[in-house]
């Protein structure tokens, strides 16, 4: 049986920056939430030119949150004259807000008022499993799914395209990027599959390797000196750089 939901209750730093009560952390960089969206997860995979002339591609996110990285990805999909036609977007949230704090949050990124809009008039009601939004005339296809991402990834099949690592800060929230949750994300890889995340910590590194990741650090978003980007290993190969699966000049200073 599912574990209940806590949702979440939306709280602001000093600065300003959106932080979560329940683990003591900021939900993004105070340099620039949309900046970092942009600059770790999607130029991370190497985004939006990997998904370009494909009928469909995949990414999973391990924490929706105030929902900046899948209004960035849409975003960028949307100016995309090249893009796929159908964007599949799965992400998990043990604490999901109610749509009123989330149009609170959103109204500080008005370059997504409109997607935010259509997003919070299907937002559906936090209640634990999963629920199935059509955004853009169904051709973003965004699979919430409320509850502990340890107990929702193993359930979830299919494969994946881009993976976004992302959520409070392993010491904060160190069952989020486990050895467990890494194992489940290469088994849902696609053989090309990439995967980027902020976070740089030694725990997260081995976990991803021992997974069946290739790990590369790179460049880090504003103060932040590094991040990491990684790739499925081809099987039997062994470890392999991810360089060249896309253009390091996809990931640019900010």
Known sequence: MPSPLAPARLSLAPDGTPRSEIYADVYYSAAGG??????VF???NGLPARWRERDSFTLLETGFGLGLNFLA????????PR??????????????????????AHAAWPEFAELSDSLLARWPDLVAGEHRLELDGGNIELRLVFGDAAEALPKLGGTVDAFYLDGFSPARNPD????????????LAAPDATLATWSVAGCVRRALSAAGFAVEKRPGFAAKRQMLVAGIRDQGS?????????????????
């Open 176 to 187: 989020l990027w486990s050895p467990s949750i890494c194992r489940n994300l290469a088994r």
């Open 42 to 44: 999607l130029a991370g």
């Open 34 to 39: 949309p900046a970092q969206a942009r600059y």
């Open 83 to 104: 893009r796929c036609r159908t964007l599949r977007f799965i992400s998990l949230e043990k604490h999901p807000f109610a749509a009123v704090d989330l149009a609170t």
């Open 73 to 80: 990805t849409w975003l960028a999909w949307r100016n995309d």
């Open 238 to 254: 062994g470890i392999r750089s991810i360089t060249g699966r896309f253009a390091p000049a996809n990931i640019t200073d900010t």
